[in-house]
């Protein structure tokens, strides 16, 4: 009887850590976006359409063009910090809006970049055209 009484508690607090879960972990947040959305926006960038979302506030989603042209959507932001996805035309890894910095790979579809000063990110493939990105600056 008891347990009838409390499984609201339970759902509810199984549901709050989950979203915890995903606002301290920016790749799972990328993953679940792309799951979620991936389709979708691929169309509308395909057939040339600003994506739209409600998740999506101005700002979040740019076109940066270049040898590689890439859809690049910032999900989060913390301090001098950004994490995002995006769609590669060409399939290839590219750096933090589309800069020419050098990837290195580290491991299995996961790249690293460096730059002036501090400056730093990594990309990881999570699927087809789509990848995931942190730049810490």
């Given at each position: 009887m008891k347990?009838?009484?409390?499984?609201p508690v339970l759902v509810l607090a199984g549901a709050l850590l989950a979203a915890l879960a995903v606002q301290l972990n920016p790749i799972l947040?990328?993953?679940?976006?792309?799951?979620?959305h991936?389709?979708?926006?691929?169309?509308?960038i395909l057939e040339k359409d600003p994506p739209t979302l409600p998740v999506l506030q101005e700002?979040?989603?740019?076109?940066w063009t270049g040898e590689h042209t890439m859809e690049e959507f910032l999900l989060t932001a913390r301090g001098s910090t950004y994490?995002?996805?995006?769609?590669s035309h060409d399939d290839v890894p590219l750096a933090f809006q589309n800069t020419s910095v050098k990837l290195t790979q580290n491991g299995h579809a996961y790249w690293v970049w460096t730059a002036e000063g501090d400056n730093h990110g990594a990309t990881?493939?999570?699927?087809?055209?789509?990848?995931?990105?942190?730049?810490?600056?």
């Amino acid at each position: 009887m008891k347990l009838k009484k409390r499984w609201p508690v339970l759902v509810l607090a199984g549901a709050l850590l989950a979203a915890l879960a995903v606002q301290l972990n920016p790749i799972l947040e990328a993953r679940i976006f792309v799951a979620l959305h991936g389709e979708e926006l691929e169309r509308a960038i395909l057939e040339k359409d600003p994506p739209t979302l409600p998740v999506l506030q101005e700002g979040d989603f740019t076109t940066w063009t270049g040898e590689h042209t890439m859809e690049e959507f910032l999900l989060t932001a913390r301090g001098s910090t950004y994490y995002g996805v995006y769609y590669s035309h060409d399939d290839v890894p590219l750096a933090f809006q589309n800069t020419s910095v050098k990837l290195t790979q580290n491991g299995h579809a996961y790249w690293v970049w460096t730059a002036e000063g501090d400056n730093h990110g990594a990309t990881q493939r999570l699927r087809e055209h789509w990848y995931y990105f942190e730049a810490h600056f």
